[in-house]
């Protein structure tokens, strides 16, 4: 799992103008490309200038800090971005901008026809977007003949049981679609993707569903801070460990 919280900078905080060429951050994108910088460092580029005293680098890395990774910056509104030392209203846009395209990149998937061959592409199509959620939503991922992405349909938000939940209305997209397969995903806002028994017995249901409906469930993915978890891999809710 990457922790996007980083030990704190000496008190001195070296200049951008003192750092080596290829020390610098868009200097060592341009060479070694983006994936050869940390978090702080593309945060860096995005905020482009310090403050007095304090590196941009140093600024990336203490908003990030502070806010306890990427995901809490997400969950900030603008206005308390940009009341950062260091932020204000200019570089909180280009931060609010730069998560909102990340996000609507992944959202863009369905519209390419990904296919979906494991509980992997699951986890990239919407985990980072669902493990941001204040509270559980249920999502039902469509796909055709090929196991493609059709589209994802949010069919709830509260606690994932079939208590609450009619399963009948998760397969209700997938019939308007066309659709052949589904699969299901949700997030725990706690953070541990572990299934409860709740989970457990909704899956169960919406398997036994499926099959009635010649739609079937292909797996249920639950989504964590920075983990997930594969019911069908597990097994529970699946045919084993009933």
Do not use: C
């Amino acid at each position: 799992m990457t922790d996007d919280r980083f030990e704190p900078s000496p008190v001195y905080s070296l200049m951008m103008r003192e750092m080596l060429p290829d020390e610098r951050p868009r200097e060592r994108l341009r060479a070694y490309g983006e994936r050869s910088l940390n978090t702080f460092e593309l945060m860096a580029i995005i905020l482009n200038t310090g403050i007095k005293g304090e590196s941009v680098v140093r600024v990336a890395e203490r908003l990030l800090n502070d806010a306890g990774g990427l995901r809490g910056i997400h969950r900030m509104d603008f206005e308390e971005l940009s009341r950062v030392r260091g932020i204000g209203e200019s570089k909180a846009a280009k931060v609010k901008a730069s998560l909102e395209l990340g996000r609507r990149l992944a959202a863009a998937a369905p519209d390419d026809r990904v296919a979906i061959e494991g509980p992997e592409d699951i986890a990239r199509l919407l985990g980072v977007e669902m493990a941001a959620l204040p509270q559980e939503q249920l999502r039902v991922v469509l796909l055709d003949t090929k196991h493609r992405v059709i589209g994802n349909r949010m069919v709830y938000q509260g606690s994932v049981n079939k208590a609450q939940i009619r399963v009948g209305e998760v397969f209700r997209p997938a019939v308007q679609a066309n659709a052949t397969a589904v699969i299901l995903a949700h997030n725990h806002p706690s953070g541990d993707p572990a299934p409860s028994a709740a989970d457990i017995d909704f899956t169960r249901d919406a398997v036994e569903a499926g099959a009635l409906l010649d739609i079937a469930v292909l797996d249920h993915v639950v989504i964590g801070q920075g983990r997930w978890v594969s019911m069908k891999r597990l097994g529970p809710g699946f045919g084993s460990g009933r």
